[in-house]
């Protein structure tokens, strides 16, 4: 009977020590490599000048790559996170977590804010709800207008942690658009006091679902989103250009308007309508020439822009680029009557 007492007492033993061994996960160091030149890559072959959108925008004034890595389990939940300040897009970040065997969703998220040591003084997108997957939003700062500094990368990987798989590499994609717009012959209207251009969207934010690829909101509006603003008598160059970077919101207007030597605001020829799609790069050029003038909106076909000559990149006093206010429009102008 005892021989068969200890068989039994035995036989418990193994079983609760395998119970206690099915609970035991191992923890691994995992590497990540976050590679965030991807995001410009694409639209740094349809630059004008070399430099001009891929790099940070406002370097010399303090704005530096935030770069930001979230691993979430197969529940959403959080467990372990990256965050670094990177001078150019050129740069890599290495951060490392650890994590028990398993499934893992990798959000990396890339953007440019005003940085002095290591606070953040300016934020041009607002990251909100980390800890939770599904609760994961991107948002705008709605104090700041549309520019070449909102530039924002996002990217979900799916990695699986293990023995012989603890190193990913990491290639954040661009969750918008660049825009590259020019005035050719700005001072080809002698009374004309400013040029501006307008969009019929805004708002533009990501939500994430519970496998980590984000949906894009917006609200639509009638042409009250602010891209850009010039004044001839600020240039001595015939040929101004700039660039926005913004969210990927499908069909999209835009239109130029017009502050004339009556101190009245006009809707200068027609909007223009694109498809908007992330990653992709737009050409939108307004030329001025007499009856002849035109403004056409195109994604660029694989080649650099066709200007040459006397070309000004216009980026804008940081201070300025606050939402701009929407001016009363009198009406639509046709260019003959400012012959």
Not at 59 to 66: A, C, E, K, P, Q
Not at 84 to 90: E, G, K, P, R, T
Not at 261 to 278: F, S
Request: net charge negative; proline share 2%.
């Amino acid at each position: 009977m005892k021989k068969h007492i200890y068989l039994l007492m035995a036989a418990a033993v193994v079983l609760l020590a395998s119970c206690k061994n099915e609970d035991i996960s191992i923890s691994r160091e995992v590497n990540f490599n976050v590679n965030p030149y991807t995001v410009v890559k694409d639209f740094a072959q349809y630059e004008y000048s070399s430099g001009d959108f891929s790099t940070v925008w406002w370097y010399n004034l303090g704005d530096r790559l935030r770069v930001q890595l979230f691993v979430y389990d197969s529940k959403g939940d959080l467990v372990d996170s990256g965050l670094s300040y990177l001078d150019n897009y050129n740069q890599t970040m290495r951060t490392t977590c650890n994590l028990k065997e398993g499934s893992y969703t990798v959000i990396a998220i890339t953007d440019e804010v005003g940085l002095n040591g290591s606070q953040v003084t300016d934020e041009y997108w607002y990251i909100n709800g980390k800890d939770r997957l599904p609760y994961l939003r991107i948002v705008p700062n709605p104090d700041w207008a549309q520019g070449g500094f909102k530039k924002l990368g996002v990217t979900c990987r799916h990695i699986q942690v293990g023995a012989g798989h603890t190193t990913f590499d990491v290639d954040v994609k661009a969750a918008g658009v660049m825009i590259q717009s020019w005035i050719y012959n700005i001072h080809g209207f002698t009374d004309v006091q400013e040029y501006s251009l307008w969009m019929n969207k805004k708002n533009g934010n990501f939500s994430f679902d519970n496998d980590g690829y984000y949906n894009v909101g917006y609200e639509q509006v009638n042409y009250t989103t602010w891209l850009r603003s010039d004044e001839p008598d600020d240039y001595t160059a015939s040929n101004i250009y700039g660039y926005n970077f913004i969210v990927p919101y499908g069909n999209t207007g835009f239109r130029w308007e017009v502050l004339l030597d009556d101190n009245q605001y006009y809707t200068l020829l027609q909007e223009e309508y694109a498809n908007i799609q992330a990653g992709k790069s737009y050409s939108c050029i307004l030329n001025i020439n007499g009856n002849n003038s035109s403004f056409v909106f195109t994604e660029f076909d694989g080649g650099k822009g066709a200007m040459t000559g006397d070309a000004v990149l216009v980026k804008g006093d940081k201070l300025q680029m606050h939402v701009q206010p929407k001016p009363e429009l009198v009406r639509a102008l046709e260019v003959n009557e400012m012959n």
